[in-house]
């Protein structure tokens, strides 16, 4: 992997990036005094301190644009050196031993010659395919190799305003969220493949939602397929209408459930890639919150639709991506893909006039517990652990926050990690049948 671009490392100090200079008083007040409220009409006398202030002028240009609506309307960030990113042995070993032999198609949208690994590991951004590869490499990145879970997967929707709490207005428990990938497998046998007459990339389910109470039992699965002419399959369960559904391929786009996200946007990106357009906008040294302290996560206060922990300088790839269907709902995105990593850490979405309308923000841990204390979700190496997920809709002032694990579950385990069976993840969990009888 990529070694840590030396420009990326700031002062080791830890600092303070403020809002602009008409919110500064109000925030140090929050900083000052934690328990002050935001609408006190005497702000204290104590200002915010010297570095602070100077940390709005050094890291303004390592803001996206999504980052900078944030920090205008409460974000806090404290920026600390960059650390490194080293993806697991297996994942290392099996790049280095399949190099060279991984062909991009011409048009960019199909891959021959994967076995497992990373399928580009030298990107040459004056390669006119380099979007592509990049891309490519996100969608078959180490964080998750053979399978990923959780448990208990607990979300929150409602409004937002600067510097007050969410107005949550619907509370989400789903039983589990689970993934399974067929190819580019590491650690579960059958390996570096699971056979299927299909064709399948990945499975990916939520279900069966456990709250609010009116969506008892609803259910999603998805299937992804290797070839790039066969669309995405998607099926929501809804117990009230008594069958299932298959979901037109543009709906991936919408949000769901009554929240702000949609399947698209999970884990920062989640559309095919044969059905976008991609293009490289360059490299970027920006804010990205890669190396979370805390497990779990911990909510801005008084801005609890915001994660409060630390950010890094890092080196990014900046794409655009673009979706070739008419239906689709959003005109572009643009995705922030960490260098080393390949994790897409933020990610700000655009409507069809160019307008911000959401932003996607990923909090990442790097570490070989699911949770401090954990007994199943436990690893050798340290492994991507995304902790938080915020998808904030800047055009209707809602958002949508997720955690894993969930901070008002102390037995939560996290995030379970190519354990398979091990950990439930089976092929027949990824069945409608399994669905619509799950819950019951």
């Known amino acids: 992997m990529a070694p840590v671009n030396q420009r990326a490392k700031s002062d080791a100090r830890e600092v303070l990036l403020m809002t602009p200079p008409r919110l500064l008083l109000l925030l140090s007040c929050l900083v000052a005094l934690p328990a002050c409220s935001a609408e006190a009409v005497d702000p204290p006398a104590a200002t915010a301190p010297p ?9 303004a240009d390592r803001l996206t644009p999504g980052l900078r609506w ?31 032999k991984v062909e991009l198609a011409a048009d960019g949208r199909s891959i021959e010659g994967y076995i497992a690994g990373q399928p580009f590991p030298d990107i040459d951004p004056a390669d006119p395919q380099a979007a592509n590869k990049i891309m490519w490499n996100v969608e078959l990145n180490f964080r998750a190799t053979d399978d990923i879970a959780a448990l208990n997967v607990e979300m929150d929707t409602g409004k937002i305003e600067p510097h007050k709490l969410m107005q949550v207005e619907r509370h989400y428990v789903i039983g589990a ?35 609010p109470s009116e969506m008892k039992r609803w259910g999603f699965i998805s299937n992804r397929y290797s070839s790039p002419d066969r ?3 998607s099926w929501p369960f809804m117990p009230s209408l008594r069958h299932v559904r298959r979901m037109n391929v543009a709906q991936r786009s919408d949000a769901i459930f009554g929240s702000d996200i949609d399947v698209d946007s999970f884990w920062g990106f989640n559309a095919k890639l044969s059905a976008m357009r991609f293009r490289l906008l360059g490299e970027q040294t920006v804010l990205l919150p890669m190396h979370g302290e805390n497990s779990p996560v911990r909510w801005q206060s008084p801005e609890t639709w915001l994660f409060d922990d630390v950010w890094e300088p890092r080196r990014a790839w900046v794409v655009e991506a673009v979706s070739t269907l008419p239906m689709y709902a959003y005109g572009k995105r643009v995705l922030y893909i960490d260098k080393e990593s390949y994790l897409v850490a933020a990610s700000d979405i655009y409507d069809r ?88």
């Open 231 to 233: 669309p995405d399959e």
């Open 177 to 211: 969220y689970r993934r399974l990938s067929y190819v580019g497998r590491l650690y579960v046998d059958p390996k570096p493949a699971l056979p299927n007459p299909d064709g399948v990339q990945f499975k990916e389910s939520f279900h069966p939602f456990v709250e």
């Open 51 to 59: 570095q602070a202030i100077a940390a709005s002028a050094e890291h």
């Open 70 to 100: 944030a920090v205008e309307h409460g974000l806090r960030m404290r920026v600390v050196e960059p650390k490194p990113i080293v993806a697991p042995l297996a994942y290392r070993k099996a790049t280095e031993m399949h190099a060279g």
């Open 353 to 440: 006039t160019g307008k911000l309308w959401k932003v996607w923000l990923g909090l990442y841990r790097f570490a070989k517990e699911g949770r401090p204390g954990a007994k199943l979700a436990r690893y050798d190496e340290e492994m991507p652990l995304l902790q938080a997920m915020v998808m904030i809709d800047t055009q209707l002032s809602r958002a949508t926050k997720m955690a894993v694990p969930s901070p008002n579950r102390p037995d939560d385990e996290g995030w379970l990690i190519n354990m398979g069976a091990k950990a439930g993840t089976t092929e027949e969990f990824f069945t409608i049948s399994h669905m619509v009888g799950a819950g019951g």
